[in-house]
């Protein structure tokens, strides 16, 4: 497959006229073969997983099983530390309930979104942060202090979904296992865009609908010690072993964490979407992103009105710009420029911490995919052009 992929042939949406879609940071747009692999579910082989042991049951819970290890693979895990969720947020409640409680220091970064962030406090433990430099890196300098008092858990994204900053994240979970910490990264917007690999990352959480796949299903690695050593988060069916009138014995992981009736075509269509991505190529992926971000970079650079976040060096960027146009609302900013077709993000991101650290309310992002292209980035600048105009 070449990465010059025909928006109107593989991406169905992408076929509407005069559409630039640059929010894939939100939600990706999803090609053919995974929407085909989801109807072949519904056309072909509808059935409950696990449970029923007649032909049409065995192949939806082969196609459901296949997809864990697809996806396992893909993030250089096994399928017995894969569990499926219902997305990033979950992933990471699963986590957040399983290894901290009240009064137990997590380190958490100022660039974290509200993901990695809600589920400590639920759980009552001591936020020690961690700060963003001018730069928009992670001051590691900060990172060993906080490491120094002693924190039980260290949370941080693998990729900022608002600065794009790149986040070293094998230093980062050596430096936090010298100090005795277990490592959690969010890495919603690293998945669909780097080779990724989760080595000896304690838990790593990513979802589908930002990697060309369906929503409603999530991702959670887990070292198998761990994934044995937690609660489950939700009880019901399918995550027992025993239950007997005064309690019960939990399933082994990853059924574990997986109650009741899971999203079956929503696995099998991310197990479709990581065999489109590798059939790219994760370096390809990295290297069309590397090219059009930084042609991008360049683009919004000469415009003197706007303020750009994050890295100046694209090679520690991923795949969003954040940005502000003075005096013009990013609100404003999202909603003129999608007169003009060009669809991009404006608000806080969910990463209210990271705004105030940048000294703004909101921002406007323009995120982008494998169907990106150096045209759509002219087409974005063409639009700010009309902002202006709006406002003049």
């Known amino acids: 497959m070449s990465l010059a992929v025909p928006p109107a042939t593989e991406f169905p949406v992408l076929a509407r006229e005069g559409l630039v879609y640059l929010d894939s940071a939100a939600t990706s747009q999803t090609p053919r073969p995974v929407i085909e692999a989801m109807d072949r579910y519904y056309n072909d082989y509808r059935a409950s997983i696990h449970r029923g ?112 900053t790149i986040n070293p994240i ?61 609660p489950p988060l939700l009880g019901g069916g399918h995550m027992i072993s025993r239950v007997l009138d005064d309690g019960f014995t939990p399933a082994e992981p990853p059924a574990k964490f997986e109650a009741g009736t899971m999203p079956i075509a929503e696995a099998i269509g991310l197990g479709a979407a990581v065999d489109w991505l590798s059939d790219i190529g994760m370096d390809a992926v990295r290297a069309h992103a590397l090219d059009v971000v930084g042609y991008a970079y360049e683009r919004l650079s000469e415009l003197s009105d706007l303020t750009l976040y994050g890295p100046s060096d694209v090679e520690l960027r991923g795949s969003v710009i954040a940005f502000a146009m003075d005096g013009i609302h990013p609100h404003d900013v999202a909603e003129i420029i999608g007169r003009e077709g060009v669809c991009v993000r404006a608000g806080h991101h969910c990463a209210q911490p990271l705004m105030r650290r940048l000294g703004v309310s909101a921002t406007s992002r323009a995120s982008f995919a494998v169907h990106s292209t150096r045209d759509e980035v002219d087409r974005l600048v063409a639009a700010l052009d009309t902002v202006r105009g709006v406002f003049a």
């Open 170 to 230: 094998a230093e980062i979970t050596r430096r936090a296992h010298d100090a005795g910490a277990l490592v959690v990264v969010d890495g919603a917007q690293a998945a669909p865009h780097l080779p990724i690999d989760v080595g000896e990352i304690d838990f790593y959480a990513w979802t589908g609908h930002k990697a060309y796949g369906p929503t409603g299903i999530g991702v959670l690695h887990g070292r198998r010690a761990l994934l044995e050593q937690i």
């Open 53 to 164: 042991v007649y032909p049409l049951a065995a192949e939806a819970t082969d196609a459901y099983e296949g997809a864990r290890e697809k996806v396992a693979a893909f993030a250089g895990s096994t399928a017995g530390e894969t569990v499926f969720t219902r997305n990033a947020t979950e992933a990471i409640n699963i986590a957040a309930r399983g290894l901290a409680g009240p009064g137990d220091r997590v380190a958490v970064t100022q660039m974290d979104h509200h993901s990695n962030i809600v589920p400590w406090q639920l759980v009552g433990a001591e936020l020690d942060w961690v700060r963003v430099d001018d730069e928009g890196l992670l001051d590691l300098d900060a990172l060993d202090a906080a490491l120094a008092r002693g924190p039980k858990v260290v949370a941080f994204p693998h990729v900022s979904n608002v600065l794009g």
